[in-house]
């Protein structure tokens, strides 16, 4: 069975940094698109970035240049480093793996069960 699970989340200043991870079992990792979705509350979940198995990666518009993904497969875990974190980035942060490039929360076939992240002013 697969598991995907998260962990990292905190509180943090605005300006600060935070490092997520997500350690996968059962899941042939190479072969998987890894995912960071968040959802803030009353809103709806929403794409932050993916980390392709050949390396590539994409980040929604609101965070790039502040957030990055990386794997280690050898420890088949994804990370998700955030700098410059702002109020607006308080949200529960999920990883999510898929077959293929995609961001849709529709597509995704393996969800993590999230982690807090608030980001005070």
């Known amino acids: 069975q697969v598991q995907l699970l998260e962990s990292g989340g905190g509180l943090v200043q605005a300006g600060g940094s935070l490092r997520l991870s997500c350690a996968a079992s059962a899941l042939p990792f190479n072969t998987y698109v890894m995912n960071w979705f968040r959802q803030a509350p009353g809103k709806e979940r929403e794409f932050v970035g993916l980390?392709?198995?050949?390396?590539?990666?994409a980040y929604a518009e609101s965070v790039e240049g502040r957030f990055t993904i990386s794997r280690d497969s050898a420890k088949s875990t994804v990370y998700l480093s955030m700098t410059k974190l702002k109020p607006e980035d308080t949200a529960i942060y999920y990883c999510?793996?898929?077959?293929?490039?995609?961001?849709?929360?529709?597509?995704?076939?393996?969800w993590g069960q999230g982690t807090q992240v608030s980001v005070s002013s």
């Open positions: 980390h392709n198995w050949d390396g590539t990666s």
């Open positions: 999510a793996a898929a077959p293929f490039l995609t961001r849709a929360p529709g597509e995704i076939r393996y």
